[in-house]
């Protein structure tokens, strides 16, 4: 079995990838390579593995099968060195992810630090844009993981809450509001309001929240859009409007009193972040470690809350 070993490493890569030529490139061997690789071992078991269609690869049923016995054998071929050698292998790889503006500024750092002290082999690529493209990037293969702020109704991708994360009215600290706790929703109404672009997990939970309250963005003033949480901190603080954030975004804000939280009564602003991927494609070794240290992560918080 010992000359499977490669072609079983290759076999893990291209599901976990869903691509011969993604696997080709992250193991640095030539597309030609991995096929003959994946051919071999379907000869050796007499069954096909994957689906070949359109330059993707989808694991068969078989290939499902193999996915975790081949991820236990190449774990006891690295204990059996171990043990034979006395040098322990450090467990590598590849991580990818890619995160929607909330959790990949203001959550994504933290954990990546953690993330890095247990695994420090572990390469990790993470890009932050809307929660429309990460969901993308996650079903198109591009990203093992992603973290958003909104639960996927997409019926091929996983979503698995991993943190909470509360919104709020930011107002200028020398607003007419400032000193308030709270304002009525009719009394947004009159103000302008800047939101956050289509596609954005923060402006998809107002348009929810004011969707229960029986209203809608067209309801409110909205005076200009913009595409980041800092130009909307900035524009806020010049006196353009008044927005519905993150507290996570304008944390350091509200401590300085720059910016001032408000509750809107009537407007449930509270939503939970999803570590999302894709249930067709089998996840890497990395993917399920950050899994488990974004779970660990959330039984600290409830801990603490409790």
């Given at each position: 079995?010992?000359?499977?070993?490669?072609?079983?490493?290759?076999?893990l890569?291209a599901a976990?990838?869903?691509?011969f030529?993604a696997?080709a490139r992250?193991?640095?061997?030539t597309?030609?390579?991995?096929?003959q690789?994946?051919?071999a071992l379907?000869?050796?078991?007499?069954?096909?593995l994957?689906?070949?269609?359109g330059g993707?690869?989808?694991?068969?049923e078989?290939g499902?099968?193999?996915?975790?016995?081949?991820?236990r054998?190449?774990a006891?071929h690295?204990?059996?060195?171990?043990k034979?050698?006395?040098?322990k292998?450090?467990?590598a790889?590849?991580?990818?992810?890619?995160a929607?503006?909330i959790?990949g500024?203001y959550l994504?750092?933290?954990?990546?630090?953690?993330?890095?002290?247990k695994?420090?082999?572990i390469?990790v690529r993470a890009t932050?844009?809307d929660?429309?493209?990460?969901e993308?990037?996650v079903?198109?293969?591009?990203?093992?993981?992603?973290?958003?702020?909104?639960?996927?109704d997409?019926p091929?991708v996983?979503?698995?809450?991993f943190?909470s994360?509360t919104?709020?009215?930011?107002v200028?600290g020398?607003h007419p509001?400032?000193?308030r706790?709270?304002?009525?929703l009719?009394e947004l109404?009159?103000?302008?309001?800047i939101?956050?672009?289509a596609?954005?997990?923060s402006?998809?939970?107002l348009e929810?929240?004011?969707?229960?309250?029986?209203?809608?963005?067209?309801?409110l003033?909205?005076g200009?859009?913009?595409g980041s949480n800092?130009?909307?901190?900035?524009?806020v603080?010049?006196?353009?409007?008044v927005a519905?954030?993150?507290?996570l975004a304008?944390k350091?804000?509200?401590?300085?009193?720059?910016?001032q939280a408000?509750?809107v009564?009537?407007?449930?602003?509270q939503?939970d972040?999803?570590v999302i991927?894709d249930?067709r494609?089998?996840l890497s070794?990395?993917?399920r470690?950050f899994?488990d240290?974004?779970?660990s992560?959330r039984?600290?918080?409830k801990d603490a809350?409790?």
């Amino acid at each position: 079995m010992s000359e499977q070993l490669p072609n079983l490493e290759t076999f893990l890569q291209a599901a976990e990838l869903g691509s011969f030529t993604a696997a080709a490139r992250s193991l640095k061997l030539t597309q030609a390579a991995v096929s003959q690789r994946i051919q071999a071992l379907e000869q050796d078991l007499g069954i096909p593995l994957f689906y070949r269609q359109g330059g993707k690869a989808a694991l068969t049923e078989a290939g499902q099968v193999l996915y975790p016995e081949a991820q236990r054998i190449l774990a006891l071929h690295r204990e059996a060195r171990q043990k034979v050698t006395g040098k322990k292998l450090p467990l590598a790889g590849e991580l990818t992810l890619a995160a929607s503006s909330i959790p990949g500024e203001y959550l994504l750092p933290g954990l990546l630090s953690a993330f890095r002290k247990k695994h420090p082999h572990i390469q990790v690529r993470a890009t932050v844009t809307d929660s429309q493209e990460v969901e993308d990037q996650v079903e198109h293969g591009q990203a093992n993981l992603g973290l958003v702020g909104k639960r996927s109704d997409n019926p091929h991708v996983e979503s698995r809450c991993f943190a909470s994360d509360t919104l709020a009215l930011i107002v200028p600290g020398k607003h007419p509001w400032s000193q308030r706790k709270r304002v009525e929703l009719e009394e947004l109404a009159g103000q302008p309001l800047i939101v956050r672009e289509a596609g954005s997990g923060s402006r998809w939970c107002l348009e929810q929240a004011l969707a229960h309250a029986g209203k809608s963005l067209r309801d409110l003033e909205v005076g200009l859009e913009l595409g980041s949480n800092e130009g909307i901190k900035e524009a806020v603080d010049q006196g353009l409007g008044v927005a519905v954030l993150s507290t996570l975004a304008v944390k350091k804000e509200l401590q300085s009193g720059r910016l001032q939280a408000l509750q809107v009564k009537g407007l449930a602003l509270q939503r939970d972040m999803y570590v999302i991927w894709d249930k067709r494609r089998a996840l890497s070794i990395p993917a399920r470690l950050f899994i488990d240290l974004l779970e660990s992560s959330r039984e600290s918080q409830k801990d603490a809350g409790s």
